[in-house]
């Protein structure tokens, strides 16, 4: 059995991955696991990640967890070009830097504007208070800033003159706060301009392949009970 990837494009870091290995060329079998049903609770996946988490990489009878992980053993396994994750020790340095940064930072800030703007009443059936939503997008501004100023700066991308994989972490995270309904390149000229340079590097096509689902998550159903009563404490853990 070659590459298998479990994902689901609902998921910000299942996204990057995704981009990355399509625009690579590297082969991979596709294994979809539908989170807003719950798939990823199931005993099978947990056979597969028993942190009951996507995304996951199996490649024969080796099995690899963590989205940036799975990132890192791609660029070592297959041919990339070298801007993804430059041999340049300082270059690198820049892409792992923000990697490091984006975790509780812009992915925690894009997934509890998502979340609180469109999943809890939507999806779940909950309100989410006025405070609390307000709170949510100043801090999820305040990200913005700070990756306008620290990282992106005046450069074409966050690292230099081409894209590498903190440009594509970052706009699977951003996607997710479009998906919401938040204009987060409104008013911010150079933030909306090193958005188009990613897209038009990534590919159009492939771009708006892999944030279809998420484009229109405000289209989902209501959840399931049962389903409901499952995801409920993951969800509340995972944007505390």
Not at 88 to 114: G, I
Not at 194 to 199: A, I, L, M
Not at 217 to 235: C, G, H, N, Y
Request: charged share 25%.
């Amino acid at each position: 059995m070659g590459l298998e990837l479990y994902l689901d494009l609902f998921s910000q870091p299942c996204r990057v991955i995704y981009i990355f290995a399509k625009k690579n060329g590297i082969p991979f079998q596709l294994r979809a696991v539908d989170l807003l049903k719950g798939q990823h609770l199931c005993d099978a996946f947990a056979q597969v990640n028993p942190l009951k988490k996507v995304p996951a990489l199996k490649d024969g009878d080796f099995t690899l967890t963590e989205s940036v992980a799975i990132l890192l053993y791609l660029t070592s396994k297959y041919k990339v070009p070298d801007y993804w994750y430059p041999q340049d020790l300082q270059a690198r340095a820049r892409v792992d830097e923000y990697l490091a940064w984006q975790h509780t930072a812009l992915r925690r800030n894009c997934l509890r504007a998502l979340w609180y703007k469109v999943m809890f009443p939507v999806f779940l059936g909950e309100q989410v208070s006025s405070e609390l939503l307000e709170a949510t997008l100043a801090e999820l501004d305040e990200t913005l800033q700070v990756l306008e100023d620290k990282f992106l700066q005046n450069k074409a991308f966050l690292v230099g003159p081409q894209i590498s994989l903190a440009d594509l972490v970052a706009i699977t995270e951003l996607m997710h706060a479009v998906g919401a309904g938040c204009q987060v390149f409104q008013g911010r000229p150079k933030l909306a301009a090193w958005h188009r340079r990613v897209e038009a590097a990534v590919g159009e096509g492939l771009f708006q392949e892999a944030h279809e689902v998420i484009l229109k998550v405000k289209d989902s159903p209501p959840a399931d009970p049962t389903i409901k009563q499952k995801v409920m404490p993951r969800v509340l853990a995972l944007i505390r």
